[in-house]
Nanobody
Framework: QVQLVESGGGLVQAGGSLRLSCAAS????????TGWYRQAPGQQRELVAT???????NYADSVKGRFTISRDNAKKTVFLQMNSLKAEDTAVYFC?????????????WGQGTQVTVSS
């Protein structure tokens, strides 16, 4: 079993910043691609940003230049620094990780953390 626990969400005014963290624990040999997705009310879950174990990043066009994803492999933690937040960034943010263990590779999700940006 693997657990992903997000933290750092909350309420912020437009133009403000938040930093999300996601810590992984459990049966983990290696975390490969990890990242953040979000889901606004009535909408489908969408990719925000991903990062490979080697540090290659990928961002949704809507967050490029404002959000930065990073990871600490030793601490099995991924971060999302969100700057210049907009009302349209309001959503539940989910952490995602591809985890290898005992020859198997599985994808896990966190429980989500609410980010609300007031305009």
């Amino acid at each position: 079993q693997v657990q992903l626990v997000e933290s750092g969400g909350g309420l912020v005014q437009a133009g403000g910043s938040l930093r999300l963290s996601c810590a992984a624990s459990g049966n983990i040999f290696r975390i490969d691609v990890t990242g953040w997705y979000r889901q606004a009310p009535g909408q489908q879950r969408e990719l925000v940003a991903t990062i490979t174990r080697g540090g290659t990043t990928n961002y949704a066009d809507s967050v490029k230049g404002r959000f930065t994803i990073s990871r600490d492999n030793a601490k099995k933690t991924v971060f999302l620094q969100m700057n210049s937040l907009k009302a349209e960034d309001t959503a539940v943010y989910f952490c995602n990780a591809d985890v290898s263990f005992m020859g198997s590779r599985n994808t896990y999700w966190g429980q989500g953390t609410q980010v609300t940006v007031s305009s």
